[in-house]
């Protein structure tokens, strides 16, 4: 499904992809589930490796850091964006 953020940045999510258990293995494995592992899991299972390393340099700052909570931000958006499309 193409999603696009309120920053512009545009991508192919795979939404089938967030109901696979190897997702909820990467999500529950080690303990208590944060924003940047829920972000993480995402890119590594739901996004293709281009489109990952796209919206990491869409948020990467002049000094070349990657913000984790504009990541996080982009990769929420990108989640509910897809609900959205998902139940029209």
Do not use: Y
């Amino acid at each position: 499904m193409k999603i696009i953020t309120e920053s512009g940045f545009t991508c192919e999510l795979d939404v089938d992809a967030l109901n696979d258990w190897e997702l909820h293995e990467i999500l529950l494995d080690g303990g208590a589930l944060s924003e940047s592992r829920f972000a993480r899991a995402v890119l590594e299972k739901c996004m293709s490796p281009k489109d990952a390393q796209r919206l990491k340099d869409h948020v990467r700052t002049e000094t070349g850091r990657i913000p984790a909570d504009a990541l996080v931000k982009e990769v929420m958006e990108l989640l509910q964006s897809s609900n959205k499309e998902k139940n029209s």
